[in-house]
Structure formats: structure tokens, C-alpha cells
């Protein structure tokens, strides 16, 4: 595997987010999260990788309750997927990353990938809550898993948009919509 144009000497696939927290507390050298490989040239170019961690197989919907807007899933699934299941709610999270909707969670998260929905919002807007694991595989959770939390600070839009620098996101909280069944963007032309 090669990521930023570095050869990577290990490439780690853990099962679940505690499998992650032993990876991460093992490893001595320099590690690279890698979702989907739909980002694998954002960012500073890295020197050297001693160890990707691939997270798709952290791909499960941990909770879901449709009547109260929140989803939370793990960083490994897509948003393909995850729009899938919110369709089957009529239910929608407003987001058209650059990258598609084979990006998984924790890429769109890590890069802050927005595209031309980002008007109703980025990301960063659509999350409420964060699970993610520290170097030294300490667990840490930001935020909450309901919409009305506002206790602490918002660690979450710390995260996000790190590139995977401060901590790798294993679970992301989010609050969602309901799917409306026509949009329209508007153009306007500025001057003569």
C-alpha cells in the first residue's frame, strides 16, 4: 500500500474500536489512518509509515433512533451505506463530500470534505458526538449522543478536519433531517 507517495511497511485491520486502542497503543512508529483510499493524497506529504491502519472493517451503525434524528456509527462505513439505511427513515445527513459516497465517515470527518451541499452545512455542523483513540490507545469521548447536549467543549470540531494528526476518530455522533422529496439550487448572476 502506498499512501501520500510512501511505501507503508504494515498494514493493520482491526475488528472492532478496542482491537483499534491495542494497535494504536503497540505501534512505536509513525501511523496513517486509511478508510476507503479516497484521500490518500490530502495533506502534507508524509516521509515515511510504519504502519496504516485500516478502518473499513469499523463499519457498524452502533445506535440509530429515527425519532430522535441521531445516528451513530462507526468510522469504517461509507456514506453510501449510511444514507441507505437513513433512506429506509426517509431521513437524510446533508452531505456531498468531493470525494463520494464510497468516502467512509472518519475520511469525510478527518478532511472536513464538503461539496455544494455544504450550505445546509458542513459536517462539522451535522455532529453532535465523537469517540476516537489517542496514540497511546486511550479512549476519549467529545460531545454527546443527543442533539441537546452542550455540556463541556466541543472537541468534535477539534477533530475534525485534523487529518487523523490529534487522535484517529473510531465513531462519529451525528443529528440528522428529514428527506425532502425535491431540492433546487439557485444560481445568481452578480452584476451586468
Keep these: 500500500m502506498i499512501v501520500d ?32 483510499g479516497t484521500q490518500l493524497g490530502f495533506g502534507n506529504p508524509l ?10 472493517s469499523l463499519s457498524q451503525v452502533t445506535e440509530y433512533v429515527p425519532d430522535d434524528l441521531t445516528i451513530h456509527v462507526e468510522s469504517g462505513l461509507t456514506l453510501g451505506r449510511l444514507q441507505a439505511v437513513l433512506k429506509e427513515h426517509n431521513q437524510i445527513l446533508p452531505l456531498d ?4 459516497p464510497e468516502a467512509t465517515i472518519g475520511g469525510i470527518a478527518a478532511t472536513n470534505a464538503q461539496g455544494s451541499l ?4 458542513s459536517i462539522r455542523d451535522w455532529i453532535i458526538g ?7 490507545g486511550r479512549q476519549t469521548r467529545t460531545g454527546g449522543r443527543v442533539v441537546k ?8 470540531k477539534l ?9 484517529l ?20 448572476q452578480v452584476g451586468s
Excluded at 118 to 121: A, F, K, L
Aim: aromatic share 6%.
Design 5 to 36: 507517495s510512501a511505501q507503508v511497511r504494515r498494514v493493520e485491520r482491526p475488528e472492532s474500536i478496542d482491537d483499534l486502542a491495542e494497535i494504536m497503543c503497540a505501534e512505536t512508529g509513525t501511523i496513517a489512518p486509511v478508510g476507503a
Design 47 to 56: 516521509q515515511a509509515i510504519d504502519c496504516a491502519i485500516d478502518t473499513r
Design 97 to 100: 463530500p468531493w470525494n463520494g
Design 118 to 121: 455544504r450550505t445546509v452545512g
Design 130 to 136: 465523537m469517540r476516537v483513540v489517542h496514540v497511546d
Design 149 to 156: 447536549n452542550v455540556s463541556g467543549y466541543d472537541l468534535a
Design 159 to 167: 477533530y475534525t478536519g485534523s487529518l487523523g494528526s490529534l487522535a
Design 169 to 188: 476518530i473510531s465513531e462519529v455522533s451525528f443529528k440528522l433531517r428529514a428527506r425532502y422529496e425535491k431540492t433546487l439550487t439557485a444560481r445568481f
